[in-house]
């Protein structure tokens, strides 16, 4: 599973396993291309990092965000732009393309989809396996992170319908209390995640 967080000047990217109910982190890193001034030569390199990190680990989908329109028109005309290129490079390794809204990726990773980016961040740290153990090291850049993000969530999606059926099971409870949301089930699972975490760096 390949996630991708593009833009003109830095594409995060980052490559997880599912294996059952484990996310293995593989690899992570961002292309950055702020030294070349010219816009098709940073789309043309951010294509080339882009084939190769897909050559290299063999992705079946790509996750990314959905197209917005930006209160700035013409960062969004340069977004579309660096999204182009993912995308040529993803159709030509036949790769099947997954999007979603910033909101269902935070979502899915934190159970909140207004969180921060240190929230996003250290979400994503507690639900990927690292394969070194404690001793393993995720990438720092939140672009890389928000690419990781966008893989975790194309795997939650899988569960959507039980995260939904759960929620919709839920019966009123005295006193005219609503049923749990699909929030809310987002937030206990994440949060029981972290804390079982959490206890695993202290045993």
Known sequence: MLGIDPGTLRTGWGVIEKTRRTLTFCAGDVVSVKGFRSLPERLRLIYEELVTVIDCWAPHVLSLEKAFVAHNVQS?????????????????????????????????????????????????????????????????????????????????AARLPDLLH?????????????????????????VAQMLAADQKKHN
């Not at 919709?168 to 049923?179: E, V, Y």
């Open 166 to 190: 759960q929620v919709g099971a839920q019966p009123r409870r005295a006193g005219g209390r609503k049923a749990r949301s699909l929030r809310d089930v987002f937030t206990e699972q994440t």
């Open 76 to 156: 969004a005309l340069r977004l579309g732009e660096a999204r182009g290129v993912v995308l040529l490079a993803a159709a030509q390794a036949g790769l099947r393309i997954a999007e979603y809204n910033p909101t269902e990726i935070k979502t899915a990773v934190t159970g909140y989809g207004r969180a921060g980016k240190m929230q996003v961040q250290k979400a994503v740290f507690s639900q990927l396996h690292h394969p070194d153990g404690e001793a393993g090291v995720f990438p720092s850049s939140q672009d890389a992170t928000d690419a990781l993000a966008a893989a975790i969530c194309h795997c939650s």
